[in-house]
């Protein structure tokens, strides 16, 4: 469904842009906006106009974080999520990766001020993102990790009896918050 939806955006895009340049017909030799700009030649860029940027090849922003994340370079994919976030505020699963990626760009770090700045940043996105969708049983889990790194073990265990609601009979989530919470991670 992805895929028909952003063929049928770039036919759009394409068909657009040569109405825009002229060369569609209209007989417009310049931008459709009443100011002459045209902002794909060095313009200021509006945010979804840099979004846009972010991703030549026409795939998305949440793809291409998504796949960012799968070769492991988070600090690359923090502004491809943060643009689909963006796009979609209420997307959860963009704010659950988001997190993730602040989350493992934290653990790389070695300590100081820039891995705490984004150890907040994770949490206040897993909590975002538990906020849109309460069922993120890997935000829960992540959540309550960084809760005990923060040492608040009250918070953390909180995160566990919210994996205890969502899988009473057990899930790797909950086990590994569990086993962390015991002290044998």
Same mark, same amino acid.
């Given at each position: 469904? +992805?895929?028909?939806?952003?063929?049928?955006?770039?036919?759009?895009?394409?068909?657009?842009?040569?109405?825009? &340049?002229?060369?569609?017909?209209?007989?417009?030799?310049?931008?459709?906006?009443?100011?002459? $700009? +045209?902002?794909?030649?060095?313009?200021?860029?509006?945010?979804? $106009?840099?979004?846009?940027?972010?991703?030549?090849?026409?795939?998305?922003?949440?793809?291409?974080?998504?796949?960012?994340?799968?070769?492991?370079?988070?600090?690359?994919?923090?502004?491809? !999520?943060?643009?689909?976030?963006?796009?979609?505020?209420? &997307?959860?699963?963009?704010?659950?990766?988001?997190?993730?990626?602040?989350?493992?760009?934290?653990?790389? !770090?070695?300590?100081? &001020? $820039?891995?705490?700045?984004?150890?907040?940043?994770?949490?206040?996105?897993?909590?975002?993102?538990?906020?849109?969708?309460?069922?993120?049983?890997?935000?829960? $889990?992540?959540?309550?990790?960084?809760?005990? =790194?923060?040492?608040? +073990?009250?918070?953390?265990?909180?995160?566990?009896?919210?994996?205890?609601?969502?899988?009473?009979?057990?899930?790797?989530? =909950?086990? +590994?918050?569990?086993?962390? !919470?015991?002290?044998?991670?």
């Amino acid at each position: 469904m +992805r895929a028909l939806a952003l063929g049928i955006f770039v036919v759009l895009t394409l068909s657009g842009a040569a109405i825009a &340049d002229g060369s569609g017909g209209g007989g417009n030799n310049g931008s459709a906006d009443s100011g002459g $700009e +045209r902002p794909f030649n060095g313009n200021v860029f509006r945010q979804d $106009e840099m979004n846009q940027q972010l991703d030549p090849e026409g795939t998305s922003p949440y793809e291409t974080g998504l796949n960012l994340l799968k070769d492991r370079k988070y600090r690359e994919a923090i502004p491809h !999520l943060t643009a689909a976030a963006a796009r979609k505020p209420n &997307d959860a699963a963009a704010w659950f990766y988001l997190g993730y990626a602040h989350h493992q760009l934290a653990e790389s !770090l070695g300590g100081g &001020d $820039e891995r705490e700045t984004e150890t907040d940043t994770a949490m206040r996105n897993y909590r975002h993102a538990l906020t849109l969708d309460p069922n993120i049983k890997a935000a829960h $889990e992540y959540l309550g990790l960084l809760y005990l =790194r923060r040492q608040d +073990r009250d918070a953390a265990q909180g995160q566990a009896k919210a994996l205890a609601r969502l899988c009473p009979s057990s899930c790797e989530e =909950r086990a +590994r918050l569990d086993r962390a !919470l015991s002290g044998n991670p």
